[in-house]
């Protein structure tokens, strides 16, 4: 089993499904819950929440941890917490999910927004909502409200687009409206199902560096522009 990268201070897509893709949240109360672990051990294992989307059968998170083993224990426990509490609810016995998560080293500079964006819009690419701020159950919603929540750790590409919350705001609601390319999907994709770098090769370089591991890369296509302000 290949180790997995992690890189203090670099933030990571995160991807976890359901055993054998089965369903994990089954009623509002699983996703509230879910919620409130992970908005728990977050500060437990020092860990910053960039974005977050729960889908009836799998979770994407953005984070970016302060140490080395703070994201495995921190998905570790949330799993843990939610497997029990979904066994003892239901009668039922045995794993919910489906083996090691799989994540990403996301490169700040050019693909960070990209993840936000490509994570946020996953219920409108599974057609359950015509707009990713009616979903309920992702960071959209948080991060776009009148008064969003601490506990959703705002990356600095996010505070780079305005002055205030509201132009942030406008700003990122605008670049949340335009559409992912093929290219950047299937990096996205291909990056967090294989623990590939979210990058171009120059940051594969200074990832090896620091890591002293090289990672394998896949081409990426042309990197997303940065909004304008």
Not at 1 to 30: I, K, L, S, Y
Not at 132 to 153: E, G, K
Request: charged residues 25%; contains cysteine.
């Amino acid at each position: 089993m290949t180790p997995r990268v992690v890189v203090p201070g670099f933030p990571h897509h995160v991807r976890q499904r359901g055993h054998n893709r089965q369903v994990v949240f089954a009623h509002a109360e699983d996703y509230e819950a879910y919620l409130a672990d992970m908005i728990e051990l977050k500060r437990a294992y020092s860990v910053k929440l960039y974005a977050y989307c729960l889908m009836t059968n799998h979770v994407h998170l953005l984070l970016a941890p302060d140490t080395s083993s703070g994201m495995s224990l921190m998905m570790k426990c949330l799993a843990g917490r939610h497997t029990v509490r979904r066994n003892r609810r239901d009668g039922r016995t045995g794993t919910l999910w489906g083996g090691r998560y799989g994540s990403s080293v996301v490169d700040t500079e050019r693909y960070l927004m990209i993840c936000c964006r490509y994570i946020e819009q996953n219920p409108v690419r599974a057609k359950i909502v015509g707009d990713p701020l009616a979903y309920r159950w992702s960071s959209c919603a948080a991060r776009l409200s009148s008064n969003p929540p601490a506990w959703l750790d705002p990356d600095p590409c996010y505070l780079a687009m305005g002055r205030t919350d509201a132009e942030r705001q406008a700003t990122y609601r605008a670049f949340l409206n335009e559409s992912l390319s093929d290219a950047q999907l299937r990096l996205v994709r291909d990056a967090v199902r294989s623990g590939q770098l979210t990058g171009d090769p120059d940051f594969g370089d200074d990832i090896a560096k620091r890591t002293g591991r090289n990672i394998e890369r896949r081409g990426p296509g042309r990197p997303p522009k940065r909004p304008k302000k």
